[in-house]
């Protein structure tokens, strides 16, 4: 047998440089090569004999040197031990193949599955397949072990396993010294799958060692439950309930749960410090530098849990293997939820406690929710573009599983030539002509970027708190003044306007509405301003067309949304995403949802955008229906300040209805793709029905003529399908209806019988029922 004199350790983070130095300390005769990733680590170890990156204050002896070309690491090696993150096992893989020699032995440290198309392997099968030369000779090193103890020489003990008695012999004896065991095993999968599967529980007892009243009593029964699972998977693999009882599974576990060097275990702590960590808000310093850089501020603000991709590859893996095999993990199902879907973490705790009621549990589990942000509420929506572009087009770039886009390129270009072709782009649209015409799959992610600047533009707020307060007084002080001189201008309010003021502080407050004309618009606002509820940025339809109209509005708040431009992906997107931000900042959002041909609000791209937004930030949000109802109907906007005060046109009611907390659709997937029926039922009992509108109904129905006595019958039954109060009787409804009609010169009566005088606006009051 050969003498083995180099050896190369292929990753020097914290464990491969422990084991570097075991290796170096115990067999001073061999040289030990660690590559490095990064050269400020390659450096480090070279210059200062201490990886200060990844195990700061221990010395490496003078036999360890670092690289960072692979090839000066491999090259040339007798033993080469991967020990890379397991998300890159397999592409580190494949450039060392053309390294290796027929006489290299090669094990591996690495700890997790690989994917390699669209596939989960163990870290031996996707060396193997991308090293056929090694098939059957890889050698698995497991067992519970810190790299903090292992770099101090506390005693120690590991499994090698490899079908190769030769292979895993000679990586047993360079491991093994007067602190380090390592026994030989030719099972090894059980030595690969075991300290692979402790990893998602170790994970769950860091995050439970910080949640409140958790303590070791649960952490007990979570290494029971987590074990149990283990072993089920385990059988997946062909493992054996006594092998999973070995070093490499249940003696890893308890190492790894409960040990203060465990990076999993930490990864838990920091999970739930984050979970609990309240509402972010912006002190004196962070308003200051708003005005100077604010993208630094909203960068901190915005800023997401590092956590969830790490966490995700430890337990997808695992959830997707049991899912196949029918095999049930309750315990590390519910990790997975709180770390992939934000569940609340008392998933996670009962389902510990009982593991058999999980599906219940999870069915009334809602998502995680904090206090909302604060201090953004006032800000224009300006400082948000640089995010708003950045979010926007990571969601055309951005691959999503199996390696796919969101947005098929292909199809994105075809829909935005096609608009243009048949002139469906905004009118106002300066260079979106031109970058369209230049766009194709070369130049794909700069044009989205270009093209989500300029709708961002256009879309976006310039909202000035003065501004709005001084304009809404203006509006407020003339409304009163034509009241007062006898002008039958009411704005009325109604609904639960003491509630919505009661969460203001800790949830965030999102409005919606149907239709959205400027009317609509100004009368929400108004009654928004003068109930001193959350103030919003709000809906403005791109009919607006003049310069200082537009220039008033976004001042004032505004955003403008065309909707003949939601087709266009780029631009419905961009308006997600800002809708998104704005709602996940604590800004509060008034939103008009269009109309179908059918009289229903359309599922349009507000309730995907402050759901996408409830779990991106978990906080609280909740939406208030708002009904607006008009006694004589909306006025044309013709433009102009004048018509902006016009639109108060007689009586206008505007009713804020119960909120509805986002979080308690979060439950089942299902829920949230019930919100929208949700909402438009809670319209269409809350708002203010006018008498006359259901007897233009009703007479819209006969043709536009009846009797009074068949308007009454018809009324009746019309009250009693709608399902809602009414605030008169029937007979009391006609009553008061033909009066409002026949004073308006919309109807005329004779002997009886009520004909209508004008059938377009019979047709139109009918049509305010939906």
């Known amino acids: 047998m050969r003498q083995i004199k180099s050896v190369a350790i292929i990753g020097a983070g914290s464990w491969g440089t422990a084991v570097a130095r075991d290796i170096a300390e115990s067999k001073p005769h061999m040289t030990v090569t660690l590559w490095a990733h990064e050269r400020s680590v390659v450096s480090s170890i070279n210059s200062r004999h201490e990886n200060s990156e990844f195990l700061p204050g221990v010395k490496l002896p003078l036999n360890v040197r670092a690289v960072h070309e692979l090839k000066n690491a491999v090259e040339g090696a007798d033993v080469v031990i991967l020990a890379t993150p397991s998300k890159v096992a397999y592409e580190v893989s494949q450039k060392m193949a053309r390294f290796i020699t027929g006489d290299m032995h090669v ?71 007067s602190s380090l065991s390592c026994r030989e095993t030719d099972d090894i999968r059980a030595v690969e799958v075991g300290g692979t599967l402790k990893n998602p529980a170790a994970i769950a007892a860091g995050m439970i060692s910080v949640l409140p009243r958790c303590g070791d009593n649960l952490a007990g029964a979570l290494i029971a439950e987590a074990l149990k699972e283990m072993v089920r998977l385990g059988k997946l693999f062909g493992i054996s309930e006594e092998k999973m009882m070995d070093i490499s599974g249940l003696g890893d576990l308890v190492a790894t749960a409960l040990s203060r060097h ?34 630094s501020v909203i960068e901190r603000m915005s800023g997401k849990l590092h956590y969830l991709a790490e966490g995700a590859y430890a337990i997808e893996p695992l959830i997707e293997l049991a899912g196949k095999a029918d095999i049930s993990i309750p315990v590390y199902r519910a990790l997975y939820e709180v770390l992939l879907n934000k569940k609340d973490p008392s998933l996670l705790i009962e389902t510990i406690k009982n593991p058999d009621n999980f599906s219940e549990i999870y069915h009334s589990t809602k998502i995680r929710i904090s206090e909302k942000k604060k201090g953004l509420e006032s800000v224009t929506g300006k400082i948000f573009r640089e995010t708003i572009i950045s979010r926007t087009l990571d969601q055309f770039m951005a691959k999503q599983g199996n390696n796919v886009l969101p947005y098929d390129p292909a199809g994105v270009i075809g829909k935005l030539r096609e608009m243009q072709g048949r002139g469906g782009l905004s009118s106002s649209g300066r260079g979106e002509e031109g970058v369209i015409s230049r766009l194709n799959e070369g130049s794909y992610e700069e044009s989205v970027r270009s093209l989500a600047g300029m709708y961002a533009d256009r879309i976006m707020d310039n909202f000035n708190p003065a501004f709005k307060t001084i304009f809404l007084l203006i509006l407020t002080i003339v409304g009163a003044i034509s009241t007062f001189f006898g002008k039958k201008r009411r704005l009325l309010t109604s609904g639960k306007v003491g509630e919505i003021n009661g969460i203001r502080r800790t949830v965030n407050v999102l409005y919606i509405a149907t239709r959205g004309s400027v009317s609509d618009s ?42 003949s431009m939601i087709e266009n992906p780029v631009y419905r997107e961009t308006l997600r995403q800002y809708i998104s931000i704005l709602a996940g900042h604590g800004v509060p959002v008034l939103y008009f949802q269009g109309i179908r041909k059918d009289g229903e609000p359309e599922v349009d791209e507000f309730i995907s955008a402050v759901t996408e937004s409830m779990y991106r930030h978990t906080v609280e949000m909740a939406l208030v229906p708002v009904e607006i109802s008009y006694r004589r109907g909306e006025t044309e906007f013709s433009g102009g300040y004048v018509s902006y005060v016009g639109m108060l046109a007689d009586v206008i009611r505007v009713n804020f209805s119960r909120p509805i907390y986002l979080s308690e659709y979060t439950k089942q997937f299902q829920m949230i793709k019930d919100l929208p029926a949700v909402i438009a039922g809670t319209m269409g009992k809350d708002r203010k029905i006018f008498p006359h509108y259901i007897v233009c109904r009703v007479l819209a129905e006969k043709e536009f003529r009846a009797t009074r006595d068949e308007l009454a019958m018809l009324a009746r039954d019309y009250m009693r399908r709608a399902g809602r109060d009414f605030e008169y009787s029937p007979q009391k409804t006609v009553k008061a209806g033909l009066r409002f009609l026949e004073n308006s010169g919309i109807v005329g009566e004779e002997n009886g019988v009520v004909t209508a005088v004008s059938p377009d606006r019979v047709a139109y009051f009918s049509r305010m029922l939906g």
């Open 107 to 177: 094990g591996f440290l690495t700890k997790g599955f690989c994917r390699v198309q669209n596939e989960v392997l163990t870290i031996s099968q996707a060396m193997e397949r991308a090293i056929p030369s090694v098939r059957g000779r890889i050698v698995a090193i497991s067992g519970p072990s810190h790299a903090e103890e292992v770099s101090q020489f506390f005693h120690t003990c590991l499994n090698a396993g490899s079908l190769s008695a030769e292979s895993r012999g000679v990586i047993a004896r360079i491991l093994t010294s």
């Open 262 to 295: 465990s990076r999993n275990r930490r990864f838990g702590r920091d999970i739930a410090g984050q979970i609990m960590r309240k509402g972010k808000t912006l002190d004196l310093w962070d308003r200051v530098v708003l005005r100077i850089r604010p993208e």
């Open 522 to 563: 100004l009368a929400a606002i108004l009654a928004i301003f003068r109930k001193r509820l959350p103030f919003p940025r709000f809906f403005v339809s791109s009919d607006v067309t003049s310069a200082r109209d537009l220039f008033l509005l976004k001042r004032c708040g505004g955003f403008i949304v065309d909707r």
